[in-house]
């Protein structure tokens, strides 16, 4: 009965009693897993890595019996003939060329690789947690999009809001470097400006006037200064002339201000004198309009002097006096001026205050708006900010507003990052620049890039979003997200206003994917493995075999790497095992 008992028993289960080195590993983890309980963290982690490989071993050690399968791969392919190798390297040529062309597709039309959007999506949550990635702020993206495309043309040049004094800045400049820092497309726009502002039809009537307006024509600055020295001796009250030597003339700051606060003695007189009888006649109409131009420049002028010269306050309040004076000549960004002295208070409120009035969605945007917006919202949560803590928790509210902002303000100008971030050197800004383009990048990081380095962690916050907005934005672009499409003529005007030893950015310029690379390379490789064993046939067998033979030292020592395992992690049943094996 006990046999037939132990026979039932054996039939019904189908296993025989287990082999001693079995149990004695089983003992042995056992052991282990008590031990990795007790643990550390990382020690129990460490332990289960080390424990799961030397398994790994252990039950394939069978099947990693690797120099026995060499031997056999080799006897199978003595017996191959050169027609498998070449329809062998066929087919996976057509296979991996199938594969780019559908990378190749994709990325035309998508603006990715589809292999890398898969492993984004599919793979990266189950290694790493999921992307977060904040939703497009759609209130009020429409309907800036429709105001944008029809209120703002595609390319327009606009004077730089910031722009620099050729004498005490650009010149001193070339004088240093032996670069010459404005390109004759910059300057003869700058010499069309003051036609338009400095001069009228009633020029004829004044002679000094008549002077300054071939000396807006000059070409070269020395018969500019001439003529202006000319004009004054014709009429010492030539405001015009003052401007002329204050930004030509003058080498420093401090004499350019001289040159300024002259110019406007004589410009508030002449100014009035217009203001009693600008209604007789058009001509004295536009005598008027020229006369505005002329004080609101020379103050705004003043007021960078000031700026820059260490007198901020002073600086802003004498722009927000010129802001209240003439509220009509917004279109001259006085404000941008207003905003960067404001930022170098760190009166970040006052900052605020201005942007609610100029960000808005009927008025033109610029660098200047969007990245002072981003640095106001980055600046509330850039201090505690930490990719490695935001990806486990997730954004908060204010993260995520902070995050479309920056979004927001490098969709409409993608240079500036770059810039801000120092992967690319500054030039001193051009004197007239392309809004969305490299030039404004330019003058805007040459005057801001201090502002976020003043914030802890804002660089860090760009650094860590900023590539984000390429993922958001439709490809090709002919479509806009927060704005209307990118225009596709900023790359030429960009290279006319900027010298030509700069390195111009270019958008959208997108890099090929890895993957793409990678089938290409693979499709061609495998092509001509299929040519050459078409050509030489046994050549190639040749090589096929020698490829094998050396691997060997790799498959020898995987063995012997699998016997320092097994004698490491069971040194009670490795003996056993060894023997068996």
């Not at 009693?276 to 309009?289: D, I, K, M, T, V």
């Not at 009166?347 to 990245?371: E, F, G, N, T």
């Not at 051009?430 to 404004?440: A, N, Q, T, V, Y």
Request: net charge positive.
């Amino acid at each position: 009965m006990a046999d037939g008992g132990g026979g039932g028993g054996g039939g019904g289960s189908g296993r025989g009693p287990p082999c001693p080195g079995a149990a004695a590993a089983l003992r042995r983890w056992e052991q282990l897993r008590r031990r990795a309980a007790a643990a550390a963290p990382w020690a129990r982690g460490v332990l289960a890595v080390v424990a799961g490989l030397g398994l790994f071993y252990v039950v394939l050690r069978v099947p990693l019996r690797l120099r026995d399968s060499l031997a056999a791969v080799t006897v199978f392919l003595s017996t191959l003939t050169p027609k498998f190798y070449f329809a062998l390297t066929v087919t996976s040529s057509f296979i991996s060329g199938l594969i780019f062309v559908f990378e190749w597709w994709h990325f035309r039309k998508y603006g990715t690789s589809f292999i890398e959007q898969v492993s984004v999506s599919h793979l990266r949550p189950l290694i790493g947690g999921a992307e977060n990635s904040p939703p497009a702020p759609a209130a009020f993206s429409a309907g800036e999009n429709e105001t944008s495309r029809q209120n703002m043309p595609e390319c327009k040049v606009w004077r730089n809001p910031l722009n620099l004094f050729r004498g005490a800045e650009y010149s001193r400049y070339m004088w240093v470097t032996g670069k010459e820092p404005l390109t004759y497309y910059d300057m003869n726009l700058s010499a069309q400006d003051h036609q338009n502002f400095f001069t009228c039809d009633t020029d004829a009537l004044r002679p000094s006037d008549t002077v300054m307006q071939k000396a807006w024509r000059e070409r070269n600055p020395q018969a500019r200064i001439k003529a202006a020295y000319q004009a004054l001796e014709l009429n010492n009250d030539c405001a015009t002339a003052y401007v002329l030597l204050a930004e030509e003339e003058a080498t420093t700051i401090v004499d350019a201000e001289k040159y300024f606060k002259q110019a406007l003695k004589a410009g508030e007189m002449i100014y009035r004198k217009s203001q009693n009888c600008h209604s007789q006649s058009p001509q004295h109409e536009a005598q008027l309009r020229r006369d505005t131009n002329v004080l609101v420049y020379v103050k705004r002028r003043l007021a960078m002097c000031a700026r820059k010269l260490g007198r901020i306050r002073e600086a802003v309040k004498m722009m927000r006096d010129l802001m209240k004076e003439f509220p009509l000549l917004s279109m001259l960004n006085i404000h941008e001026n207003l905003l960067e002295a404001l930022l170098e208070l760190q009166a970040y409120a006052d900052v605020q205050a201005v942007l609610a009035k100029y960000d808005d969605i009927s008025l033109p945007k610029s660098a200047a708006i969007c990245y002072t917006a981003a640095l106001l919202k980055a600046r509330a949560v850039s201090e505690r900010f930490s990719p490695e803590t935001a990806s486990k928790r997730g954004l908060s509210t204010a993260e995520i507003n902070a995050v479309e902002a920056i979004h927001r303000a490098v969709e409409f100008n993608p240079h500036v990052p770059k810039y801000l971030l120092e992967m690319k050197s500054l030039v001193l800004p051009p004197e007239h620049i392309l809004k969305r383009g490299d030039s404004e990048a330019v003058a805007y990081a040459f005057f801001h890039l201090q502002h976020w380095k003043r914030i802890e962690g804002a660089l860090n916050l760009l650094h860590c979003t900023w590539e984000g907005t390429f993922r958001m934005i439709p490809y090709p672009l002919e479509k806009g997200h927060l704005f209307y499409p990118y225009p596709s003529c900023t790359e030429t005007a960009d290279r006319e206003l900027l010298p030509t030893f700069h390195e111009v950015s270019v958008y959208p310029q997108k890099e090929l994917p890895f993957f793409i690379h990678f089938t290409a390379g693979l499709c061609s490789f495998s092509a001509m493995l299929a040519l050459l064993t078409h050509q030489f046939p046994e050549l190639m067998v040749i090589f096929a075999k020698a490829i094998i033979v050396l691997l060997n030292p790799f498959l020898m020592f995987s063995e012997a790497f699998r016997k320092l395992v097994l004698r490491v992690l069971w040194p009670v049943s490795a003996p056993s095992v060894l023997a068996s094996s």
